[in-house]
């Protein structure tokens, strides 16, 4: 396994790929990655695997400095898992001193996590492009987790006409139901036994959906009564909205819906989603 930290020696690396896929991340792994990872090599033969905590996409106030990183851990997994490449540039070597180029997204970056976010996926969508150019994959791999980052990605991928195809890997979970995130590890104990409260949201809205239900508020709110539940989690935000625009769903039409949310548990902030399709 090759560890890339200069953007020069990715270069020279590439060519000794035919078909390479590319699963970015911010290291500090878990099986949701090594899923991703999984969905690359089946589909790619060979990948790549950058580890980057992309300053950009932090806000000044968020956890960019006391974001979890264990890199020798992240190698030994990606080892194990048969990775060909893993790049992990330092940050001056993605944003060299004077650098002033962003990809800016508007209207679907401007909802959800654009709105407590603002600025992130400007952030997002910028390392993405750069990460696109640099390791130069036919195939990038992302995880339905982080639901609107999926529909940035793909829209700048095409709008860019980036000649590459951009794959959506479902959402990996613990046990009891909660996402697998780096930032898990952020939950006191009592915090932890709570959060498994996004997943039993989501589902209460699945079961009233696959029970007719196209009202939208109306499963917002199936959704909100599950969270209320819960008094360690404060929600930021549920949303039921169109997949594609993000728009906010009234009557939830042929395109089905995507069903996100953000609760607090103390500092910690986490995100979940389900997609609703007939
Ligand atoms: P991150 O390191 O958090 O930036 O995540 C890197 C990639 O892994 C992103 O495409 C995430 O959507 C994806 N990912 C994170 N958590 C999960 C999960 N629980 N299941 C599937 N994919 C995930």
């Known amino acids: 396994m090759d560890v890339i930290e200069s953007i020069a020696a990715m270069r020279r690396a590439r060519p000794r790929f035919a078909t390479l896929g590319l699963v970015p991340t911010m290291g500090y792994l878990h099986q949701g990655h090594l899923s991703l990872v999984q969905a690359a090599q089946q589909a790619c033969g060979h990948v790549a695997v950058s580890i980057f905590v992309n300053p950009t996409q932090f806000l000044p106030h968020e956890d960019f400095n006391r974001y979890p990183r264990d890199p020798e851990r992240d190698l030994r997994l990606l080892r194990e898992q048969g990775v060909d490449v893993v790049f992990m540039p330092p940050v001056a070597e993605i944003y060299p001193p004077g650098f002033s180029t962003y990809v800016d997204m508007a209207g679907v970056t401007e909802r959800l996590e654009g709105v407590a976010r603002p600025g992130h996926f400007r952030g997002v969508a910028t390392v993405v492009c750069k990460l696109f150019n640099i390791v130069q994959p036919d195939k990038a791999f992302f995880g339905q987790k982080d639901a609107q980052q999926c529909v940035v990605v793909r829209k700048m991928a095409r709008e860019l006409n980036m000649p590459l195809e951009v ?75 169109d997949p594609l625009t993000l728009e906010e769903a009234d009557q939830i039409g042929p395109d089905g819906a995507l069903v996100s949310m953000a609760v607090r548990f103390g500092k910690t902030r986490l995100i979940d989603n389900i997609l609703l399709e007939d």
């Open 167 to 241: 794959v959506i890997a479902p959402t990996v979970r613990e046990a009891d139901g909660l996402a697998m995130s780096s930032r898990n590890v952020y939950l006191s104990p009592d915090e932890r036994r709570a959060a498994p409260v996004l997943h039993r949201a989501l589902q209460a809205t699945k079961r009233a959906f696959d029970s007719g239900e196209r009202h939208g508020p109306t499963l917002r709110h199936t959704a909100e009564t599950v969270l209320a539940t819960e008094s360690l989690g404060q929600p930021e935000y549920v949303s039921v909205a």
